[in-house]
């Protein structure tokens, strides 16, 4: 019998396996395999609390940001119930408020993304089903280089240079700061904003809308049906990656203060007697790991609203899986490495937006078959795209290459997860604000928006005040 199942028989005769919500009714037993002589487990919020409330708060707003700064905790019972905002431990910051400000983009690439195969992406939002939706958009904050099609349903902003080889299509607005290499027919079905030289076969680029540039030899290159302007462009950096999440800092105030105590969860769990599959379920609650190294498959179940903290890597030579039950969401954040050297499924396709991953470490390899419905934010790594992939959710990384075909579905819903930011927070640009207060004010502030230029590219202000991707053309 392997120590897996030891554990789980001593927890269920000796203790009974404790829900972290019990307020949902959740009685899944949790199985921890490890020694429980190695590796403490944490400190565990008392009765299974996970943040204490603070009492200069205010209760009755939920959760988010009191007026001395302060986090408001929504209480464990509202936690497990998926309402309000996760905080992290020590801060006025939450989980949410960092996805809302990383994931504006299908695809983002601090330096440049080079395709070698297709590129399509669109958006969705389980909020509105069945409705057309023109938020996949793509920002490249060096050079853009295809060769093969690409159909981008969103908006393009490239900082760099763009050099097509093949068929290009852009769905709304397209703005490239350096020279533009037109080597295929190629439609920007909004406006363009293009910053330096057109080159390529006269007129194979056409522009539905109007085009904006100071080249005045580009009225003649390009088809422009809309007309155009001559004058300055300015194209804003479209990837913010000079303020980059502070992962590491995120998993050491996990570290202090999670549930492992409370659910009898080992932060060795994942690494000793790597050589064993697991399969582990985790009620709602935060939990800190000190790696995840398994040579055989690993599942993880998660029952409610989760945070993994990850001191290390992750290093998978088995299939790895993670499972969402039914309005669960996960925030998993990683100081490390990640190697997926074989399958790997992670995530909700209905819900991509609940599931959001954060990876430190300047190299991430998934080299099996992909099944991903989660969000990645990948600052220091280059993402290696070598099989096909059709992934749900968004893609934010130092680089992005590809030789397989790629298919990104942005789910929208990411830009409206709770956060604690609820206005008035200090600010030196849209990048410090958030939904539904994401314009910085000139007062120094978040407030709501009132023209889109209060919005981080590619979001457009809408009618309530808060930045949204632009609607189907």
């Known amino acids: 019998m392997n120590r897996t199942i030891v554990y789980l028989i001593v927890g269920v005769m000796a203790f009974g396996i ?4 019990s307020s949902t009714g959740n009685s899944s037993t949790n199985a921890s395999s490890g020694s429980s002589s190695t590796g403490s487990s944490g400190t565990g919020g008392e009765g299974g609390v996970l943040f204490p409330s603070s009492s200069s708060a205010s209760s009755s707003s939920g959760s988010g940001s009191s007026s001395s700064g302060s986090v408001i905790d929504a209480g464990l019972e509202e936690f497990c119930a998926g309402k309000g905002a996760i905080p992290i431990p020590g801060t006025t910051d939450c989980t949410g408020d960092i996805g809302k400000k990383v994931f504006l983009f299908a695809m983002c690439s601090c330096t440049d993304l080079t395709s070698q195969n297709t590129v399509d992406t669109d958006s969705m939002d389980a909020a509105k089903p069945g409705q057309a939706l023109a938020g996949g958009s793509v920002g490249v904050n060096g050079n853009y280089t295809s060769s093969a099609p690409n159909d981008i349903q969103g908006a393009l902003i490239v900082g760099g240079a763009l050099d097509t080889m093949n068929s290009h299509n852009v769905l709304q607005n397209m703005t490239i700061a350096g020279t533009s290499h037109v080597g ?11 910053g330096a030289e057109v080159t390529g076969p006269p007129n194979f680029l056409t522009v539905s809308g109007k085009m904006y540039t100071p080249i005045t030899s580009n009225v003649n290159q390009v088809n422009e049906l809309g007309g155009f302007s001559i004058g300055p462009v300015t194209v804003p950096e479209p990837c913010d990656c000079k303020d980059p999440v502070d992962i590491a800092g995120i998993v050491a105030a996990f570290k202090g203060s999670n549930d492992n105590l409370t659910n009898m969860i080992l932060t060795d769990a994942l690494t000793t007697m790597p050589n064993y599959a ?7 609650g935060r939990y800190y790991f000190d790696g995840i190294v398994v040579n055989n498959p690993a599942t993880l179940r998660l029952q409610g609203r989760t945070v993994i903290a990850v001191d290390g890597n992750i290093n998978m030579s088995g299939p790895l899986t993670i499972e969402l039950a039914e309005g669960a969401e996960l925030d998993l954040f990683v100081t490390g490495t990640v190697f997926l050297n074989n399958a790997a499924t992670i995530g909700s396709m209905t819900s991509p937006k609940s599931t959001r991953i954060y990876i430190a470490g300047n190299d991430v390899t998934m080299t099996g078959k992909l099944d991903l419905s989660a969000n990645f934010y ?3 790594a280059v993402f290696n795209i070598t099989n096909d992939l059709e992934m749900w959710g968004a893609l934010f990384a130092k680089k992005i290459s590809s030789s397989g075909k790629v298919k990104v579905h942005y789910d929208e819903g990411i830009l409206k997860i709770p956060g604690c930011q609820g206005g008035d927070e200090p600010c030196t640009d849209c990048g410090d604000c958030v939904n539904p207060m994401p314009a910085c004010g000139a007062d120094g502030t978040c407030g709501p928006c009132t023209k889109d230029q209060d919005c981080c590219p590619p979001l457009i202000c809408d009618a309530l005040g808060e930045c949204s991707p632009p609607p189907p053309k």
């Open 278 to 284: 697991k399969d582990i379920t985790l009620p709602c």
């Open 378 to 380: 990948l600052p220091n």
């Open 184 to 194: 295929a027919p190629a439609t920007a079905k909004s406006d363009a904003y293009l």
């Open 18 to 21: 404790p829900a972290a919500c």
